[in-house]
């Protein structure tokens, strides 16, 4: 039996969907903003606040393993109502907060650990959607392309302590935005039609692996070639790739280029 901690954006979807074609054994709790696993089977809506309660019904259905997928936004935490184990966990789970939504399913992850409870990779009934290395479209990236790509993996690399930074876009070896709390389509945002930059979506030198890989999808696409990005560049393995074949359809027809290292 799988547990399942499924939040917003359509990665949550497609991984349930994949473990039902696996007929897996699972429960979904559903973290996600409208409630929207309501009508799914052994579904369960339970507050963030209620530790006791996630953790008796886990033991209950006799899960080995629990995964997340999908954003788990942050709480009203004023207006949470806590059982006793919630009460013990909150605070860490506060403190993470501050650090960007990604940090609180990591406080999540080490309440669960603490509860000798498992959590595996996001991607663990997905394997496929994981990027593998290479030049996936007809235009390829220069080479002053590759130092400015060059440039920012260094500047994330170093930037461990920032958790909710998982991509910049940079142009002629220079970083001209990063992201904030607010996510990557709100950096994009902040571009002048026509950027001529590249956006980097890579995971941080610590990032958990087990949880908020940095995604691109169609949406992410459509979004470069509004602000004239030229191209996105990803680690191999260690993002996810939705909607590929769209993906690199767009992407050659806008002549935009998906590179992964």
Do not use: W
């Amino acid at each position: 039996m799988f547990g399942l901690f499924l939040g917003d954006t359509n990665f949550s979807k497609i991984v349930l969907k994949k473990v039902k074609k696996l007929n897996k054994n699972y429960f979904i709790i559903d973290f996600s903003k409208n409630n929207k696993f309501a009508k799914e089977k052994n579904s369960y809506r339970i507050s963030i606040g209620k530790f006791g309660k996630i953790i008796d019904l886990i033991k209950e259905k006799k899960s080995n393993k629990v995964l997340f997928a999908g954003k788990i936004a942050k709480p009203k935490f004023n207006s949470l109502r806590l059982d006793l184990k919630g009460i013990y966990y909150m605070p860490s789970v506060i403190k993470a907060a501050k650090l960007g939504d990604a940090a609180i399913i990591k406080a999540i992850i080490k309440v669960l650990n603490n509860e000798k409870i498992k959590v595996i990779r996001s991607t663990y009934f997905n394997p496929e959607l994981n990027a593998k290395k290479g030049n996936f479209t007809k235009v390829k990236p220069s080479i002053n392309d590759n130092r400015s790509i060059n440039q920012g993996i260094r500047f994330l690399n170093k930037s461990n302590n920032l958790d909710h930074v998982q991509a910049l876009v940079v142009k002629d070896n220079k970083i001209i935005v990063k992201e904030g709390k607010q996510g990557t389509k709100k950096m994009l945002s902040k571009l002048k039609n026509n950027s001529g930059g590249i956006l980097i979506k890579f995971p941080k030198k610590k990032q958990d692996l087990r949880m908020d890989l940095p995604t691109i999808g169609l949406q992410t696409l459509k979004d470069c070639k509004k602000y004239g990005l030229k191209g996105i560049a990803m680690k191999s393995k260690k993002n996810i790739f939705l909607d590929k074949i769209k993906c690199i359809k767009f992407a050659n027809k806008n002549k935009i280029f998906i590179s992964i290292r």
